[in-house]
């Protein structure tokens, strides 16, 4: 994988003239803004997975719409960006592989924000506590946390957020994408 500019994002997805450019990342990456811009350089049509979403839930891959988005996939004529969390394990549910895979890594003072939680290189059930425990410590020292879906009070972990960290573990995103963007705001 090769990490690219967004000029260098304008020439690749210009080159898929039929075709699924996929935009993955986690929550609050930067793939919707992406996306957006991408469709206005280019004039290809976006998917936006949020749009597909049953909301307040507290999951995401099993709350989408798959019909919905099914039927929508089907009317596209040339090449279509779709972009949302977790996009392979809802591109294997609509039984659909992407041509392109672009990874959006939020970027602050060169640090990848997410990395401790979606680049897990031990076992899986072993960071969950960690991150439980960090959350349980956040949320007692700021007054705030993680909104918990209340399905166990003593997990801190919304149940969006570990999946998107399971999502993570599972599919490595991050490692198989063809591209990365690194969008960098930081204050």
Partial sequence: MKIVSKEEIIDIVNSIKNGVIGIDGGDGSGKTTLAKFLSQCTGIDVIHLDDYLNQDRGQFVEEIRLGDLKARMQCKQGALIIEGCCLQALLDKVETNADLMIYVKFMCKNEWV??????????????????????????????????????????????????????????????????IYQRSECS
């Fill in 114 to 179: 997410n990395e401790e939680e979606y680049n897990i290189k031990g076992e899986l059930e072993q960071a969950l506590v960690e991150f439980n425990s960090q959350a349980k410590l956040a949320s007692k020292f700021f007054a705030i946390g993680d909104e918990c879906d209340g399905s166990d009070e003593n997990d801190s972990l919304s149940g969006f957020r570990r999946e998107i960290i399971k999502y993570h573990y599972k599919y490595r995103p991050h490692e198989k994408a063809d591209y």
